[in-house]
């Protein structure tokens, strides 16, 4: 798999952001949240990535809070085939944990599946509940 980071002055920054938009989908203001995280991107503040590798195509964006590697979004294909590679790659990093935000059923059970813990039910809106999930990393600086 290949990791691209995606910077602002490329010539197709906006193309690839505005393939991240569908991550926002369930969000009570998705405008609000995506004008955030271009921000983010654009200060330094978080990175924008590009992951392909056969069946995978994922946009996604992370910062890093507290020694925790926290994806703030995600979108695209082949996120099953990817989340071992991610998680690795994230472990060589010496994080001591992976989170991730969700409004999604699907994706609380895909998580699931790779380890993650619900840590946290954020709020409830509009019948979607918005969740937090951690990854303990082992190989981690804390782990």
Same mark, same amino acid.
């Given at each position: 798999?290949?990791?691209?980071?995606?910077?602002?002055?490329?010539?197709?920054?906006?193309?690839?952001?505005?393939?991240?938009?569908?991550?926002?989908?369930?969000?009570?203001?998705?405008?609000?949240?995506?004008?955030?995280?271009?921000?983010?991107?654009?200060?330094?503040?978080?990175?924008?990535?590009? #992951? $392909?590798?056969? =069946?995978?195509?994922?946009?996604?964006?992370? /910062?890093?809070? !507290?020694?925790?590697?926290?994806? %703030?979004?995600?979108?695209?294909?082949?996120?099953?085939?990817?989340?071992?590679?991610?998680?690795?790659?994230?472990?060589?990093?010496?994080?001591?944990?992976?989170?991730?935000?969700?409004?999604?059923?699907?994706?609380?059970?895909? #998580? $699931?599946?790779? =380890?993650?813990?619900?840590?946290?039910?954020? /709020?409830?809106? !509009?019948?979607?509940?918005?969740? %937090?999930?951690?990854?303990?990393?082992?190989?981690?600086?804390?782990?």
């Amino acid at each position: 798999m290949y990791f691209r980071i995606v910077r602002p002055e490329a010539a197709d920054f906006a193309a690839n952001l505005n393939l991240l938009r569908p991550a926002f989908v369930g969000s009570d203001n998705p405008k609000v949240e995506f004008n955030q995280v271009q921000e983010w991107i654009q200060t330094n503040k978080a990175s924008f990535y590009l #992951l $392909s590798g056969k =069946g995978v195509k994922l946009w996604f964006v992370s /910062r890093v809070i !507290d020694n925790r590697y926290h994806i %703030v979004a995600m979108t695209g294909r082949g996120l099953v085939d990817a989340a071992n590679f991610i998680i690795e790659r994230v472990t060589t990093c010496g994080y001591a944990s992976i989170t991730y935000h969700t409004y999604r059923q699907g994706m609380r059970r895909i #998580l $699931s599946r790779f =380890g993650f813990e619900q840590k946290e039910k954020v /709020r409830d809106f !509009d019948g979607i509940t918005e969740t %937090v999930h951690q990854l303990e990393l082992l190989g981690g600086m804390n782990g």
